[in-house]
Nanobody
Framework: QVKLVESGGGLVQAGGSLRVSCAAS????????LGWFRQSPGKEREFVAA????????NYADSMKGRFTISRDIAKNTVHLQMNSLEPDDTAVYYC????????????????????WGQGTQVTVSS
C-alpha cells in the first residue's frame, strides 16, 4: 500500500504564491512518478504537473508552465508544487497521486493512469 498526504493549502490573494507538498509512504520504491491534479466544483479533475520518481523528468499542463514548479525531495520522499502568480481560477482542491508503470517518461498527465491518491488540500485564491 501507498499513502499520500498533502499539506500546505490555504487562502492567498491573487498574484500571491503558495507551496503545497505531498509526503509519500509505504511501498514507494517502485513508483514511476508523482503527479498533481486539481478539481474545482462542477469541473473535471485537471492535470497540473508530474515528476518522475527520480526527479529528473517533469511534465506540466500548458496553462501552468511558467507559474508552477514541481520538485522532488528524494531524501524525504516528498514532492512539492510551488505556485506563483496565482489567479482566482486556480482555486481548487489539489490532489497528489502516484503511478506505478515502470520507467514511463514523461510522467503521465492522465488521471486514469495513477494508482494511488491523497485526500487533497484546498487552495483558495481571492480576487
Amino acid at each position: 500500500q501507498v499513502k499520500l498526504v498533502e499539506s500546505g493549502g490555504g487562502l492567498v490573494q491573487a498574484g500571491g504564491s503558495l507551496r503545497v507538498s505531498c509526503a509519500a509512504s509505504g511501498r514507494t520504491s517502485t513508483a514511476s512518478a508523482l503527479g498533481w491534479f486539481r478539481q474545482s466544483p462542477g469541473k473535471e479533475r485537471e492535470f497540473v504537473a508530474a515528476i518522475s520518481w527520480d526527479g529528473r523528468t517533469s511534465n506540466y499542463a500548458d496553462s501552468m508552465k511558467g507559474r508552477f514548479t514541481i520538485s522532488r525531495d528524494i531524501a524525504k520522499n516528498t514532492v512539492h508544487l510551488q505556485m506563483n502568480s496565482l489567479e482566482p481560477d486556480d482555486t481548487a482542491v489539489y490532489y497528489c497521486a502516484a503511478v506505478f508503470a515502470g520507467d514511463v517518461r514523461p510522467p503521465p498527465d492522465n488521471a486514469d493512469r495513477y494508482d494511488y491518491w491523497g485526500q487533497g488540500t484546498q487552495v483558495t485564491v481571492s480576487s
